[in-house]
């Protein structure tokens, strides 16, 4: 099992709907959850962060975690052709001491 | 106030070359992380280096070394260069080294390995 799981996409979502993108991880004990955007050609920048069980709202933006089920979520309400972007999941592995990153979600927003 | 800065931006060496990339955290942040991106994968985990010292090392060959230094910018060295190499190579800085530990990226630095 991978460390932390997303789907690839491509996601296509029509401009103005919810966008729903989807991590699953392996480590039980992780406490800490990371979505980062990356634009073609750029790096990372981080969105959102989330370290307790349930939702988290930052504008249109709202991050769910679900730690019994190892899950966590970002959900993009009034999706916008500028949200089109990979979207990253990221986990704190403390044992580890390392930030661990998905493959990335590809968001495409369609006018 | 400066981001995170890497340098340089792109470089293409040849195989069996070594590289050395650099990176400069934003003021006041202690820790730096390394981070190796293959076009349409995630970042890959490649170091964290907290305070000049190593916190946490991914699954990287014994080619890939870093370093940091007193003023807490830092080195990734890749000796012996392979064709799958060729990435970008992402250095992030943070303020702690726990589970809180958002990080902020630099622009990347692009090896090409030919």
């Known amino acids: 099992q991978k460390e932390v799981e997303q789907n690839s996409g491509p996601l296509s979502v029509p401009e103005g709907a919810i966008a729903s993108l989807n991590c699953t991880y392996s480590d039980r004990v992780s406490q800490s959850f990371f979505w980062y955007r990356q634009y073609s050609g750029k790096s990372p920048e981080l969105i959102m962060s989330i370290y307790s069980n349930g939702d988290k709202e930052d504008g249109r933006f709202t991050a769910q975690l679900n730690k019994a089920s190892q899950y966590v979520s970002l959900l993009i309400r009034d999706s916008q052709p500028s949200d089109s972007a990979t979207y990253l999941c990221a986990v704190w592995y403390s044992s580890a001491s390392k930030i661990i990153f998905g493959s990335g979600t590809r968001l495409s927003i369609r006018p | ?114």
């Open chain 2, 1 to 114: 106030d400066a981001g995170v800065t890497q340098s340089p931006t792109h470089l293409i060496k040849t195989r069996g070359q070594h590289v050395t990339l650099r990176c400069s955290p934003i003021s006041g942040h202690k820790s730096v992380s390394w981070y190796q991106q293959v076009l349409g994968q995630g970042p890959q985990f490649i170091f964290q280096y907290y305070e000049k010292e190593e916190r946490g090392r991914g699954n990287f060959p014994d080619r890939f070394s870093a370093r940091q230094f007193p003023n807490y910018s830092s080195e990734l060295n890749v000796n012996a260069l392979l064709l799958g190499d060729s990435a970008l190579y992402l250095c992030a800085s943070s303020f702690i080294t726990s589970g809180a530990n958002v990080l902020t990226f630099g622009a990347g630095s692009r090896l090409t390995v030919l």
